[in-house]
């Protein structure tokens, strides 16, 4: 599959292991440059370079994206490093120990929403501009099964990832005349590492692909139930 995107830098954060890791491998197989992101810069590193001895083009770009200053840093060390950032991919995020509602609190909450939805919006307002002037932009910011179909536990982290839903919906609304698009990709449970436990506990859980070839296809536009009947959106060129 050639998606045309030699030339074409991409931003993947929290692309340190996990789903972020297979997405950025999956973008630089297609010719991107890579700029994987995390909070450890040992780990970072180790995948940037293992993306190069592979043939592919990276660099590794260090931050805490809960933190304005070092977001800043990041975006700014990522264009002194690579050029503009073409495709941003929102992956960083995650959830909070596990509460109900009845030991979940407000400060969770807060703490959830920064982590997925504004660190999203930081990441997004730095690079939009260069987008808008060059009229081509990509932007997938990935949410989870838990927006549509939340389960009891996690609340706040389920409202969280609808949040970002929402907010792509009107991210979409506001670039699209500039030859901006932005979307979500809602997986649900993909094999990684730190589920490698849970599974062996549970062996008949159920497994999805992983979302490195979704996100890799985003040159077609259309509307499709997958991940368990969560909405996945693919973007057009």
């Not at 830098?9 to 890791?21: D, H, P, Q, R």
């Not at 991210?171 to 849970?198: E, F, M, Q, R």
């Not at 506990?201 to 985003?218: A, D, I, K, N, Q």
Request: aromatic share 6%; with cysteine; hydrophobic share 45%.
């Amino acid at each position: 599959m050639d998606l045309q995107l030699q030339n074409k830098v991409a931003l993947v954060t929290g692309s340190s292991k996990g789903i972020g890791e297979g997405v950025a491998r999956g973008l630089a197989k297609e010719g991107a440059t890579v700029l994987v992101h995390g909070r450890d810069r040992m780990k970072t590193e180790e995948v940037a370079h293992d993306i190069i001895s592979s043939g592919g083009r990276a660099f590794a770009v260090v931050g805490d994206l809960t933190v304005s200053d070092q977001v800043d840093r990041l975006v700014r060390d990522s264009k002194a490093t690579a050029g503009s950032i073409d495709i941003l991919i929102n992956n960083a995020g995650g959830s909070a120990p596990a509460e109900d509602w009845t030991s979940t609190n407000s400060e969770t909450w807060a703490a959830v929403y920064d982590r997925n939805v504004l660190a999203s919006v930081r990441i997004i307002s730095l690079v939009l501009p260069a987008m808008k002037a060059s009229r081509w932009g990509r932007i997938i910011n990935i949410s989870s099964l838990a927006a549509l179909m939340p389960p009891a536990s996690r609340p706040d982290y389920s409202a969280a990832k609808a949040a970002m839903i929402a907010m792509t919906a009107s991210l979409a609304k506001y670039v699209a005349a500039h030859g901006i698009t932005a979307n979500t990709v809602s997986p649900g449970t993909v094999h990684s590492i730190s589920l490698d436990v849970s599974i062996r506990r549970r062996p008949r859980m159920g497994l999805h692909h992983p979302v490195s070839g979704v996100c890799s296809g985003f040159l077609r536009i259309q509307l499709f139930r997958g991940f368990g009947g969560a909405r996945v959106w693919l973007f057009d060129h």
